[in-house]
Nanobody, 119 residues
Framework: QVQLVESGGGLVQPGGSLRLSCAAS????????MAWYRQAPGKQREWVAT???????NYIDSVKGRFTISRDNAKNMGYLQMNNLKPEDTAVYYC?????????????WGQGTQVTVSS
């Protein structure tokens, strides 16, 4: 089993920046793709960004040019750099990883970290 723990959320003013981190732990696993999702109050969880094992990235249109997803494979870490934050970015942000354990694929989720953009 792989555990994911997010950190780095908080309260920030519009136009500000935050960097979210996702730490993966467990034994005998490898991470394929990593992704970030978010869920705003009263809304469904939505996909935000993905990074593949070879570093290819993809983003939802609303964050393109403002958010950057990255990863450190040696440390089993994922990151989401968020710049020029807007009130509509307010949500709980979740880390998601497609992992391989014992030759089997599975998806793991973190517990989420709150991001609030408000003046």
């Amino acid at each position: 089993q792989v555990q994911l723990v997010e950190s780095g959320g908080g309260l920030v003013q519009p136009g500000g920046s935050l960097r979210l981190s996702c730490a993966a732990s467990g034994s005998g696993f490898s991470i394929n793709s990593m992704a970030w999702y978010r869920q705003a109050p009263g809304k469904q969880r939505e996909w935000v960004a993905t990074i593949t094992i070879d570093g290819r990235t993809n983003y939802i249109d609303s964050v393109k040019g403002r958010f950057t997803i990255s990863r450190d494979n040696a440390k089993n870490m994922g990151y989401l750099q968020m710049n020029n934050l807007k009130p509509e970015d307010t949500a709980v942000y979740y880390c998601n990883a497609l992992v391989t354990v014992g030759g089997l694929f599975s998806r793991s989720w973190g517990q989420g970290t709150q991001v609030t953009v408000s003046s």
